[in-house]
């Protein structure tokens, strides 16, 4: 399972700090997203990239933040903004940020609140 | 917006069974349905997927069928084996969607009973 790794596994936050998410590919793609996943509401975007240097809110970007300096690296960063950080977050990247574009998702980072 | 649901969010079948997951989506203007199949503590991975411009689409045990005038389409898995036992997403995108931007729904925890 190479392509596309998030890190860490497992983050934990204390009320009021920023977190940050890391996620890299070797694969070459030029679109990376960030989804949220709760129990019961499937994947909901967060942002999304389709070329380096820029990236676009997706349907629920309150109170996160990310970057996009590098093809490879798309890190997300939870501010204390984010009332309800708890769960697990997927990146993915996809080759050219098509509509019909297969999407490779990373293994997740669970993030949980002290 | 695209608006996507999913149901039934549990299902529960005998091994050698069939199963069916159903999603119906609110935008006329999507064109492009996939599934994904995401095993417990594993990436979500894609399984099969449909363009608006067939009905319907097989790969071995698996099925997907859309009907357009009723704007629903679902995932057919027959002869289901234990292997199947994981959670499926559906997802939706309308045609004018840039970035690659999924509309997915809730989620349904498939579980096969050997």
């Known amino acids: 399972d190479g392509g596309i790794t998030q890190s860490p596994k497992y983050l934990f936050r204390k009320e009021g700090q920023n977190v940050t998410l890391s996620c890299e590919q070797n694969?070459?793609?030029?679109?990376m997203y960030w989804y949220r996943q709760d129990p019961g509401q499937g994947l909901r975007l967060i942002y999304y990239?389709?070329?380096?240097?820029?990236?676009q809110k997706g349907d629920i970007a309150e109170g996160y933040s990310v970057s996009r300096e590098k093809k490879e690296s798309f890190p997300l960063t939870v501010t204390s903004a984010q009332k309800n950080p708890t769960a697990f977050y997927l990146c993915?990247?996809?080759?050219?940020?098509?509509?019909?574009?297969?999407?490779?998702f990373g293994s997740g980072t669970q993030l949980s609140v002290l | 917006g695209e608006n996507v649901e999913q149901h039934p969010s549990t299902l529960s079948v005998q091994e050698g069974d069939s199963a069916v997951i159903k999603c119906t989506y609110s935008?006329?203007?999507?064109?492009?349905f996939p599934w994904y199949k995401q095993e417990l503590g594993k990436r979500p991975q894609l399984i099969i997927d449909?363009?608006?411009?067939?009905g319907e689409k097989k790969d071995q045990r698996i099925a997907v069928t859309l009907n357009k005038t009723a704007k629903h389409f679902s995932l057919h898995i027959t002869e289901t084996q234990p292997e199947d036992s994981a959670v499926y997403f559906c997802?939706?995108?309308?045609?004018?969607?840039?970035?690659?931007?999924?509309?997915f729904g809730q989620g349904t925890e498939l579980s096969v009973k050997p």
């Open positions: 993915a990247s996809s080759p050219n940020g098509a509509t019909n574009e297969k999407l490779f």
């Open positions: 694969l070459n793609h030029d679109a």
């Open positions: 990239s389709q070329i380096v240097n820029d990236f």
């Open positions: 935008d006329s203007a999507s064109n492009y």
């Open positions: 449909i363009r608006s411009n067939v």
């Open positions: 997802a939706a995108t309308p045609f004018y969607n840039q970035g690659g931007k999924l509309i």
